[in-house]
């Protein structure tokens, strides 16, 4: 039985939230939290990213009530602005900013496109990208700084192209790994593989500037190259973390990205409990995600 629009997109938005907290909880991530540590962030811990998830989950959901009431872009774009502003005033730090703009773009997209085909969504999305730059940015912040430091397009140029990092780069790497016979976590990191070597990634670059970024593109390319081969993957990515750690480098961009293609592959049913492979899914607490 096919479920209402409504319902549909309730679904859509707690699988976003869903798709933040696998992010979180995959390990080993270089220079991010996880299971393991802090990664490059001392002022982060795993209970404060959970706690930020929570609050990105409450956000989702009251984009769904904005559009289900029929409520203005605006509208939507002034919760955005809202929840940028409680993460910081709740957790001291802005945590997922990122994911609380593509995310909510994405939810936003899925509710007016044609059809939920990703070409649709993706020509929603664009659209809707061009909407909300048209005015500027509304102030500075870090990403708006090494953007224009170093001419890069970030954030800004992936919303603008409709999100080519998820749709042409996360989603066909796992989707290729799967159908490959690979199981869930290999196929997880061979989507981090994949968006390191392809997201223009501005905390990086704020943090380590062009030879950071380079040094990221690099690293993808090997694990990548580890994953094909059979090899230790995991070892090189703890050591990788290490250095990162020592670099004071992160990657904030491939995580949003990354939880956004779990939550992608959550809503299409790509990713079920099935899926999930025992070691995975014995490190993901319950969440309370969506509506209801």
């Not at 997109?9 to 798709?19: H, I, P, R, S, Y």
């Not at 992010?23 to 080993?28: N, Q, V």
């Not at 509208?75 to 910081?88: D, F, N, P, W, Y």
């Amino acid at each position: 039985m096919n479920c209402s629009p409504v319902s549909a997109l309730e679904k859509f938005a707690g699988a976003l939230a869903q798709g933040a907290a696998l992010e979180l909880y995959l390990t080993p991530k270089p220079g991010l939290v996880d299971l393991a540590d802090s990664g490059s962030h001392p002022d982060l811990s795993l209970a404060v990213m959970e706690r930020s998830i929570q609050l990105v989950a409450e956000y989702l959901d009251a984009i769904v009530g904005s559009l289900v009431a029929g409520e203005a872009f605006i509208c939507q774009k002034q919760i955005g602005m809202r929840t940028e502003q409680r993460l910081l005033q709740s957790l001291g730090t802005n945590t997922h900013k990122g994911y609380v703009f593509l995310a909510g773009m994405l939810v936003i997209a899925r509710w007016h496109a044609a059809s939920p085909e990703e070409s649709a969504i993706r020509q929603r999305l664009s659209s809707l990208a061009g909407d909300f730059f048209r005015d500027g940015e509304e102030a500075a912040s870090n990403g708006r700084c090494v953007r224009d430091l170093y001419s890069a397009g970030g954030i800004v140029q992936e919303a603008v192209d409709a999100y080519p990092a998820l749709f042409e780069a996360a989603l066909p790497a796992f989707r290729r790994s799967m159908q490959a016979g690979a199981g869930f976590s290999v196929a997880s990191f061979a989507m981090l593989a994949r968006l390191m070597q392809t997201v223009d990634d501005t905390t990086t670059l704020h943090r380590a500037g062009p030879p950071g970024l380079a040094r990221l593109r690099r690293d993808g390319r090997r694990l990548e190259q580890l994953i094909e081969r059979g090899g230790d993957y995991t070892g090189f990515l703890r050591q990788t973390n290490r250095a990162y750690v020592a670099m004071n480098m992160t990657m904030g961009g491939v995580a949003d990205m990354l939880g956004l293609a779990y939550g992608y592959l959550i809503a299409t049913g790509e990713i079920s409990e099935d899926a999930l492979d025992s070691e995975s899914a014995g490190q993901l607490p319950v969440m309370q995600t969506g509506r209801g």
